[in-house]
C-alpha cells in the first residue's frame, strides 16, 4: 500500500495541471488558522479554511464547512436583530469545535496528497480501505479457544505458530487501522464500545488497543476516542486501564485549549473522579512522567559513573577470593570482604542503582537501546506489544510449557523489572546466543538466587509485584519513552516526552490535580530532584492555603536559599521558625543566609543559639568562630577554634582557624606551629602555603616567606591567580609591618 500510495504522489507532480502545496505551507496554512480559533475569530478562520479546501479533494469537509457558516452567519444576524438566545454560547463553541476539527482534517488529507511518512501512509490507507472494525474484534475473540483446541492436537508445533502469526496479523492490522484513522463516526465508535465490554478479548490485546488510540490522538484530535480512552480507564483490567490512564493523561496535555472546549469530557472527567480516584491515579502517572524526563540523566549517570565502577570494583572483589568456606559449620562471609565492598565504593552503587530503579527511574535505557534493530521493532507496532509468552517470535523460543532453564528466564521476562519492548529485546538476544553460552549467563546466579526465584511463592510475589497498578504504568511509560527515543522513524513523529509535563495546570483538569495534596506531591518530587524552581513555584501556590506548615515554609526558604535569593530565603526561614521554635535546621540555614549576605553580626546570633542545642557540633562552631575572624573579634574566635581542636585533635579547620586568628593577634609562634601542622598534611591548601608566608615574614624571615609562597604559587597552577590571592592581604602585610614598596618585590622572589 506505501508503495501504491508513493506512486500515486509521483503521477499527480507530473501533471502539469495539478497543483498541490508542499508540506510546510499545508502546515503554516493550518497553524494560521488555528491562531484564529485560539483568538475566538471564527469568522475569519472560516474564511482562511474555505480557502485551503479549495485543494482538498474530499467535499464531504466543503459541506461540513458551508453547513457551519450559514449556522455561524445565522447566529450573527439573530444578535444583531437583538434576538436573546441562551443557548448561544454553547452554539459558538459548537461552532468553534467543528471548524477546528474541519481544518485538522484538512490538513491530514491535504499532507496524505503530499507526505509519505508512515502515519500519512496509514491515513491514506484508511480514507481508501476501511478495516472492519468487528470482524476483527470477532478474529480475535475466538483465539483463545484456537489456542486450546490447537494444543490438544498432536504434533502441534506447526499448527499453533501458524495460528501465532495469524493473530498477529489480525493485531496489526486492527493497530494500523486505529492509529490512521483521524476521526471515528458515530458507528465506528459504537464498534469500538464492543472492545471494552467483550468478555472475550485478551486484555493483552487490548492493550494493543488503546495504545494504537493513544497514538491516533496524537496524530490528529478526535473527542470521541478521548472519550473511549476515559472509558477504558475504568476498565477491570489493570494493564489495560494503566495504558488508557498514560494515554489520556498524555493526550490532554498535548491539547490544552481544545480540550476545555467539550463539555462532555469535562463533566465525564468529573464524574470519574467523584471519589477522587482518578486524580490520585493521574497524579501518580503524571510523577511517572516527571521522572521519565529524567531518563538522559539517569541513562548518562549509568554509563559514566554506576557501570563503571560496578565493573572495576566487582573485578578487584572476585580477586579476593570470594565465597564460601568449605566446612559446613563455617559458612559465614569473611568480614573482610564485606569491608572490601564497602570500602570500594560498589555497595553505594548499588543501593544506588535499586533506589533509582525502586522510585521507578529507568535504569536500563542505555542497557537495551543497541537491542532495539531488526525485523521485530522494524514494525512500528511492536513497540506498543504487552510482553505475551504466546507471541509466536516467543513461543518458538520456550515452548510451551518452559522448561529447565527457559522456566528460569521466564520467570525473569514475567517479573516487573523491564518494560514490555526490553523483555522482548532480551527474549531475542539470548534466543541468538548458543545454548551453552545461555546457560552460562543464566547460570551466573548462586544456587540460592536460582532457588528462590524458581520457588513458587516468591514466584508469587515477583508475579503480585508485576501487576502493581504502578509498576504496570511505569513500565508502559518507558515502552513509550523508548518508542519516541529509538525508533527509526522517530523523527516523523511528534514527540510527547519534550513537553512541560504541568499537568496540574491543564484546564481540564482543574479541581482535580490541583489540590493541595497532589500539588505537594509534584512539588515535593522536583525538590527531590533539585528542581528548584519548579518546586518553588508549586510550593508558592500551596503557601495560601498551608500558612500553619513550618516544613512547607522550610521547603521554600531552602529552594530560594538555592537560587541564592538569600533575603527571600530569610523571610520564609523566619515564618518557619516562628511556627517550630529552636528548630536546629531552620536556626542553622538562617545563619547560613544571613553568612552569606555577610551579615555576620545577625549569623552569629543564630549560629550561638544553635549552639545551645548541640554545643558540640563541629559545623556550628567553625562557623561561629568565622563570623568572629569576620568581625575581627579574633580572640572569641579563638575560644571557638580551641573547642574544635579539644573535641577532635586532627580538625583541619580548627587548625586553619587558630593559625590564622593567631597570625592577626601577632601570636607568632602559636601560629607557626599550627601552620606547621597544616603543612604537613595532605589536605594542606594553596592558601595555607600562603598564609604560613604571612606568618614567616611577619618574623623576618624571609628566605623561608619567598620559599612557601613559591609552594603557593605551584599549588595555584599560575602565578596570575597567586598574585590575585596576595594582592588581597596587602593591607594585612602592612598591619604587620611589612613595608608596601617591598610587597611586589617578595612576588617576583618567590617567583
Known sequence: MEIRHNYTIFAQRLDPHYFIMDERTINEQHNSIIALLKGKRLKEAQTQLAAMLDDCPDWTLHNRLEQVQTSYGYMLQYMKQGIDDPERSKLYTRLLTETWTIADQVRLILLDETVSGYYQTLHYRNRHAAVRLDECLHALETFQDDVAVCRLIADNNQNLNHLLKRHEETNLKLFQAIWGN???????????????????????????VVSAVTMSLQGCFDIRKCLWLLEACQHKETIVNQRALTGLLLTLNTYPDRCQLYPELQSRISLANENGWLGKELNRISLQLLQSQETEKIDKKMREEIIPEMIKNVSMIKGMK??????????????????????????????????????????????????????????????????????????????????????????????????????????????????????????????????????????????????????????????LYRFFKLNQRRREFNDPFKDDFAFYDLPILKGILDTSELLGNIADFHFRKEHYPEALTLYRRLEADNQTHADLFQKIGYCLQKEKKYAEAIEAYRKADILKPDHLW????????????????????????????????????????????????????????????????????AWRGIAWCSFMTEKYEQAEKYYQKLLQDEQVLATDWLNAGHVAWGQHKTDVAADRYGKAIAMCGSKSDFLDLFDKDRDILVRHGIREEDIPLMADIAN
Open 322 to 479: 570470594l565465597g564460601l568456606e568449605e566446612t559446613a559449620d563455617e559458612n559465614d562471609r569473611n568480614p573482610d570482604w564485606e569491608k572490601a565492598f564497602e570500602k570500594s565504593g560498589l555497595g553505594d552503587k548499588i543501593r544506588e542503582m535499586n533506589e533509582m530503579q525502586m522510585e521507578g527511574a529507568d535504569i536500563y535505557m542505555s542497557t537495551f537501546a543497541q537491542l532495539k534493530s531488526g525485523p521485530f521493532f522494524g514494525q512500528l507496532s511492536n513497540w506498543f506489544y504487552p510482553f505475551d509468552l504466546l507471541h509466536s517470535s516467543v513461543s518458538a523460543l520456550f515452548g510451551s510449557p518452559a522448561t529447565g532453564e527457559n522456566a528460569i528466564l521466564n520467570v525473569i521476562l514475567q517479573s516487573g523489572f523491564f518494560c514490555n519492548s526490553d523483555k522482548y529485546s532480551l527474549c531475542f538476544t539470548m534466543a541468538q546466543l548458543p545454548p551453552s553460552q545461555r546457560n552460562l549467563m543464566l547460570h551466573q546466579l548462586t544456587p540460592q538466587e536460582l532457588n528462590d526465584m524458581m520457588d513458587n511463592e516468591q514466584a508469587k510475589t515477583m508475579k503480585q509485584y508485576a501487576e502493581r497498578p504502578e509498576v504496570i504504568s511505569n513500565q508502559y511509560i518507558h515502552d
Open 182 to 208: 483521524s476521526e471515528w463516526t458515530v458507528e465506528e465508535s459504537g464498534q469500538m464500545q464492543a472492545f471494552l465490554i467483550s468478555e472475550l478479548l485478551r486484555p493483552i490485546d487490548l492493550c494493543l
Open 586 to 653: 531552620t536556626i542553622r540555614h538562617l545563619a547560613t543566609c544571613y553568612r552569606q549576605m555577610h551579615n555576620f553580626g545577625m549569623a552569629l546570633e543564630y549560629y550561638r543559639k544553635a549552639e545551645t542545642i548541640q554545643p558540640e557540633n563541629a559545623n556550628i562552631l567553625f562557623f561561629a568562630g568565622s563570623c568572629h575572624a569576620e568581625l575581627e573579634e579574633y580572640k572569641d574566635a579563638l575560644q571557638y577554634f580551641f573547642k574544635m581542636d579539644f573535641l577532635d585533635n586532627h580538625s583541619i579547620k
